[in-house]
């Protein structure tokens, strides 16, 4: 199964070099980390939150995540990409196999780790169809691939697109990912994809947003649900969160950090509608 992209051209660059100066562009915006990220070393297990709004929205933000990723990994990595479902095509949870092509090159899936996982875990079915226009799992792939080339790393990912974002669900997603990764002794890295809050005031969006990035940073994962559903926060991946929260705890994850915040009125300049993007850390 080759996967081809859907968004290239529209969420950020399809040229190969056009797209490497958008990466890097990212790293050295003002809302960015302010340097091109430098190799690293692995020593266990780590999470991220990150968001997928088109590069010149978000990039900066996501940048973070990376920058933190870059120094926390090396040799042959497996990267689980959590995404919400946007489209409403396919499963309700759902992996795949195959090549992911990409404007970078093609970056393979972790076959040995996404046959465990999908034969084990009750939730989620090996479906191609969710991932074929999804927007979330994609735009972490070409950030993916900019560190391969910085840092003679490998990535293989296990992409899971999550329709279904139900507490139970989502809790047994990262259960799964946790077991696999120690049963396999693979060195593992979990992308969680999500955006905050979508189309509400600046002021509004903030308040809310710092409600669920509280709740992340005190990896409590029951917490973060229910605030998400009785304060009415447009969220589209706290899901993809949930499961990655549960997986660095089940991988003995003890520390997090609020690495970046902004939301699309920083780099518009218009505070009377936006969306919010977080970048953290879980280790």
Avoid at 215 to 224: G, S, V, W, Y
Avoid at 225 to 253: H, Q, R, S, W
Wanted: hydrophobic letters at 40%; a negative charge.
């Amino acid at each position: 199964m080759i996967r081809n992209p859907a968004v290239a051209g529209a969420f950020y660059p399809a040229e190969p070099n056009n797209l490497v100066e958008m990466i890097e562009y990212c790293y050295l915006h003002k809302l960015g980390p302010g340097t091109i990220p430098s190799k690293g070393v692995f020593k266990k297990p780590i999470g991220v939150v990150c968001p997928h709004a088109g590069y010149l929205y978000s990039g900066p933000v996501a940048a973070h995540s990376y920058n933190a990723i870059s120094r926390k990994i090396d040799d042959s990595i497996t990267a689980v990409v959590l995404g919400p479902n946007h489209t409403g095509l396919g499963s309700g949870v759902s992996t795949m196999k195959g090549i992911w092509r990409a404007p970078l090159g093609d970056m393979h899936t972790d076959d040995e780790f996404i046959d465990m996982l999908w034969k084990e875990c009750d939730v989620i079915d090996l479906d191609e169809t969710s991932h074929l226009r999804e927007h979330s799992i994609e735009v972490q792939i070409p950030f993916l691939q900019h560190l391969e080339l910085l840092n003679a790393v490998k990535f293989r990912i296990v992409p899971i697109c999550m329709m279904m974002q139900d507490y139970e669900t989502a809790v047994e997603i990262g259960y799964f990912i946790a077991k696999i990764s120690k049963e396999l002794d693979k060195k593992v890295i979990v992308i969680a994809s999500s955006d905050f809050t979508h189309y509400e005031p600046q002021e509004v969006a903030s308040k809310k947003d710092a409600i669920v990035i509280k709740d992340i940073l005190n990896m409590n994962e029951k917490e973060l649900y229910a605030d998400v559903i009785n304060n009415n926060i447009t969220m589209c991946g706290y899901g993809p969160v949930i499961a990655m929260i549960k997986a660095m705890k089940e991988l003995g994850a003890k520390n997090s950090r609020l690495l970046s915040y902004s939301t699309s009125g920083d780099i518009t300049g218009d505070y009377s509608s936006v969306v919010g993007y977080g970048s953290l850390l879980i280790e």
